[in-house]
C-alpha cells in the first residue's frame, strides 16, 4: 500500500493479516481441523478462535483502553465503556472455510461513539485487502474503489445471503427473494456478508440484501460501501442497520430500488407508528444476538480425518 494509513486503521490491517495467516495455513490441512456447533448449520472452529485470539491481542496492545466486541468472544476483553469499540469477525464464512469454499475473510471495523470510523475486510485466498478511513475513501490494495455507475434494478446483480439458522423466517425471506429475482439481472450467494459488501464498494454487485445480520457480519463493510459512494441502511432506508438484523446496500439509485421492494418485509419499527411497541435499543438488540450465538446447544465436536490412502 502506498497510502499512507490512520494510525487505527493500520493496526487494524496489522491484526487482520495476522490472522489471515493463522486461517492460509489452517486451509492447508482443514479436514484435521475440529469443528464445533454453536446452533443448528453454525459452526466454530479453533481457527475462528485463534484467529480472533491474535486480533484482540494486536489491537489490545495497541489500544489497551479500547473496548472489544467479537463474534465468538462477544465483550469478554477491553474496556467495557470506552468511546472506541472494535467489532471483529475473525472468520466469516466459516462454513465456507471447513468445505474448502474459498470465501471468507478476516472483519474489523472501529466505532467510535456508535460511528464507524475504521474499517478492514481481508480475504486471506486471494490476499485481497479492502480498508477505509471516515472521509478518505475506500480501497482495495492500492486501487480506489467506487459503486457502479448502475442506475436501474433491472440491469443490476445483486448479492445477498440465505437464512440458515432454526428459527428463521425462511418463507418470509422466500417471498423477498421472488421480489429482487423478479426485478433485477441476477442473483448471487457466495456465504459470506462482509465480502459481499466489499463487491457493492468494487462495483462488482449492485447491491446487496440479508437478514439475520450482527454487527460483526456488516460493520466494516458499511463503511467501504459509503467511502466508495454507495448507500446502506435498514429495510426501511433507515441508517440504524448495525443493531437491526438486516441491511440493505448499493449504488444510490438501485439502494432506493431495493428498499421499495425490501421495506414490507422489515423488522424495523418505524418512528412514530401508531401503538407501535418501543423500538429495541441497541444494547437490547446486541446482548440478544449475542445470546442467540450462545444458545444452549450441546456442542457437538467433529473431527475430520483425512482418507485412508489407497
Given amino acids: 500500500m ?4 490512520h494510525p487505527m ?8 493479516r495476522a490472522a489471515g495467516s493463522i486461517i ?48 465468538e468472544s462477544g465483550r469478554q476483553h477491553g474496556a467495557k465503556h470506552s468511546d472506541y469499540l472494535w467489532i471483529i469477525d475473525p472468520l466469516d464464512g466459516t462454513t465456507n472455510f471447513i468445505h474448502g469454499f474459498p470465501v471468507y475473510a478476516v472483519s474489523i471495523a ?14 486471506p485466498t486471494r490476499n485481497d485487502l479492502f480498508f477505509a478511513s471516515k472521509g478518505r475513501g475506500a480501497f482495495l490494495n492500492d486501487r480506489r474503489l467506487r459503486v457502479s455507475k ?35 439481472a441476477g442473483v448471487r450467494r457466495p456465504g459470506a456478508a462482509a465480502l459481499d459488501l466489499c463487491y457493492v464498494a468494487a462495483g462488482w454487485y449492485d447491491g446487496f440484501f440479508e437478514t439475520g445480520l450482527s454487527p460483526w457480519d456488516v460493520a466494516a463493510g458499511s463503511l467501504l460501501i459509503t467511502e466508495a459512494g454507495g448507500l446502506i441502511g435498514n429495510f426501511t432506508g433507515d441508517a440504524d442497520f448495525l443493531y437491526q438484523r438486516e441491511a440493505v446496500a448499493g449504488t444510490p439509485k438501485v439502494y432506493g430500488q431495493l428498499v421499495q421492494l425490501l421495506a414490507p418485509y422489515s423488522k424495523a419499527i418505524k418512528a412514530g407508528a401508531p401503538e407501535a411497541p418501543a423500538a429495541p435499543t441497541p444494547e437490547e438488540v446486541l446482548a440478544a444476538a449475542l445470546a442467540e450465538s450462545a444458545e444452549p446447544v450441546p456442542r457437538k465436536t467433529v473431527r475430520v480425518k483425512r482418507p485412508a490412502a489407497k
Fill in 24 to 71: 492460509n495455513r489452517a486451509a492447508l490441512d482443514v479436514e484435521r481441523l475440529t469443528i464445533s456447533t454453536k446452533g443448528v448449520n453454525d459452526f466454530v472452529t479453533e481457527v475462528d478462535q485463534a484467529a480472533e485470539k491474535v486480533i484482540i491481542e494486536t489491537l489490545l496492545t495497541a489500544y489497551p483502553g479500547h473496548a472489544i466486541l467479537a463474534e
Fill in 2 to 5: 502506498s497510502q499512507a494509513l
Fill in 110 to 123: 472501529l466505532a467510535f461513539r456508535g460511528k464507524i470510523e475504521q474499517a478492514v475486510v481481508y480475504d
Fill in 150 to 184: 448502475r442506475i436501474r434494478l433491472a440491469e443490476s446483480l445483486i448479492g445477498t445471503g440465505f437464512p440458515f439458522r432454526k428459527g428463521d423466517n425462511f418463507h418470509r425471506y422466500v417471498e423477498m427473494f421472488e421480489q429482487v429475482m423478479q426485478h433485477c
Fill in 9 to 16: 486503521l493500520n493496526i487494524a490491517v496489522k491484526a487482520a
